[in-house]
């Protein structure tokens, strides 16, 4: 196999490390789109976890400022009849 490689001319020997070269840049951009999507993704989970996190402060202060009134319960007197006996 060593013999095959030394009787390729050098220039076959350029063109083929240029094209590794250009797959691998080409590689390299896909992932580095591939990373701008997640960061974009986590980017809008972060902000849904921040809407999340406003409604449910907001729910909660809300529960703690307003105090319920008590309900007025006043007993009602039991009508008393004597018993005529």
């Not at 001319?9 to 591939?34: A, C, E, F, W």
Request: glycine share 0%; hydrophobic share 25%.
């Amino acid at each position: 196999m060593d013999e095959t490689l030394s009787k390729r001319p050098k220039s076959q020997d350029k063109n083929l490390i240029s094209y590794q070269l250009s797959v691998i840049s080409y590689q390299l951009s896909v992932i580095s789109y591939q990373l701008s999507v997640i960061s974009y993704q986590l980017s809008v989970i972060s902000y849904q976890l921040s809407v999340i996190s406003y409604q449910f402060s907001y729910q909660f202060t809300e529960k703690t400022t307003h105090t319920p009134h008590p309900t007025p319960h006043t007993p009602h007197p039991t009508p008393h009849n004597p018993s005529p006996f």
